[in-house]
């Protein structure tokens, strides 16, 4: 079980999951996934749990658990070779503030999903302190692992203000050296979402890792 889960909005989470789905079918794989996008099935993802902006999810508390646990439990039934589900926004509390700061439903589908293993969605504009907080929560959850970083291509220095919500393409070179810093700073594989040659990158690392 692998999931895509990020450290905030708008970063393109859900393209990843279809980036990573496509390349697995490619290969010959057997995909299960379960998305979080009202759209997700219009993709040939198996189910969704559309817990995202004007969620249509209305159960909570364990009832979410044993309603996502039940979906991924259906999925199986198709004898995937690995399932992927994709959450949204963040995942760890970045600032104290109102309820849309604290990722609830986010760890009702952690804990409904039980991933073995994760790629964390990062920015450039987050401090690596948060990062390593995300990743120190994800592997302590279940006794998952972080077994790849994708980095974002849009930045957004604001991006916990609801006042500002600009985001910027951030420049090729500038995603590489960050990737590098990354990958130095948490010795975890990093990688640009829009390289299409890291994208294979991460399937083979998901490949190795399941294997």
Known sequence: MLGIVGTGTKQGKFSLQLALRRELLEQGYNVGQLGTEPTSQLFGMDAVYPMGH???VYVKGFDAVFAVNQIMSRIEEKDPDIILFGSQSHTVIFVPGGPSYYPVSQQELLMGCQADAY????CIDNPLSYIKRNIAYLE???NAKVIALAVSPLSN???WSTLNNRLELIDEKLQEAFCKELNETFKIPAFSLQNKQDIKKMVGICV???S
């Open 54 to 56: 004007e969620s249509a």
């Open 119 to 122: 790629i964390l969605v990062v």
């Open 140 to 142: 302590s959850l279940l």
């Open 157 to 159: 220095n604001d991006r």
């Open 208 to 210: 190795n890792y399941f």
